[in-house]
């Protein structure tokens, strides 16, 4: 798909899937960060649950169908009080609930809006590799794979707002899909899960004793426990070292 093509599907997913949140709801204020927690919660979901969907969109839509709805209180902050993703005071009488089709619509914006670009600019050294550590390959097949993602998200909104009946197969994924995603849930946000995990890493990142970010996941996954995909993706957004002496250091 040229750089026109996928600005023009870019364009088509954005609209339709914000006709799906209306703009007064407690879903429209926190979208970003209600997208961001799914994320987080299906990446460590199917990377440690290898019989499940491994599209992420669809083991949402699974989850969804099982009656599962993500708690609201995990955008709270320790005062049970909620912000807006500008970081804004939400008023206490506005109802702190979503939908399934809110979920699957704020998370569709989330992978085409911010996700889609998550591995940095096409920029690239003499090795062809971007300032993050990403070549021009990878770099395509992340995107590509967000587009998908967001239209599978989508497609499945629309599909839960129509009433559409899930099929059998659906019914009998989303039975497993309940009992893994509620283990998942727990290893996310237990003392040594998944929030914790990234949290170290980006910490060992901001030290700057490695050159790229491939090289800092490659080196630190296995003493984290996480897959060197995993530790990739959270390092994918991270800020440069400042100071940074991996890539300030002369060759002997």
Not at 73 to 89: C, G, I, K, R, V
Not at 107 to 118: H, K, M, T
Request: glycine share 6%.
């Amino acid at each position: 798909m040229n750089t026109l093509g996928q600005n023009a599907y870019s364009s088509f997913l954005i609209e339709q899937l914000q006709q799906l949140i209306s703009k007064d709801s407690f879903t429209w204020q926190v979208q970003r960060q209600l997208a961001a927690e799914l994320d987080g919660l299906f990446s460590d979901y199917q990377t440690d649950i290898t019989y499940t969907i491994t599209q992420p969109s669809q083991s949402l839509y699974n989850s969804i169908i099982s009656g599962w709805l993500l708690d609201t209180e995990w955008l709270a902050n320790e005062n049970n009080e909620y912000f807006s993703d500008e970081h804004l005071p939400i008023e206490p009488t506005l109802s702190t609930s979503w939908t399934g089709v809110e979920l699957l619509a704020a998370y569709g914006l989330y992978l085409v809006i911010e996700d889609v670009s998550a591995l940095g600019a096409e920029s690239f050294n003499e090795e062809g590799l971007n300032e993050q550590g990403w070549s021009k390959d990878e770099i395509i097949e992340w995107q590509t794979g967000r587009y998908f993602e967001a239209g599978t998200a989508l497609a499945l909104a629309l599909k839960l707002k129509a009433g559409i009946t899930p099929t059998q197969a659906e019914l009998e994924q989303a039975t497993r899909s309940k009992i893994a995603l509620q283990a998942a849930e727990k290893r996310h946000n237990a003392p040594n899960g998944s929030r914790a995990k990234k949290e170290e890493i980006l910490l060992i990142w901001s030290t700057g004793k490695y050159q790229d970010k491939g090289r800092c996941a490659e080196q630190e996954c296995d003493a984290l426990g996480i897959a060197f995909g995993t530790a990739r993706k959270h390092l994918r957004n991270a800020l440069n070292p400042n100071p940074w002496p991996a890539r300030t250091k002369k060759a002997p």
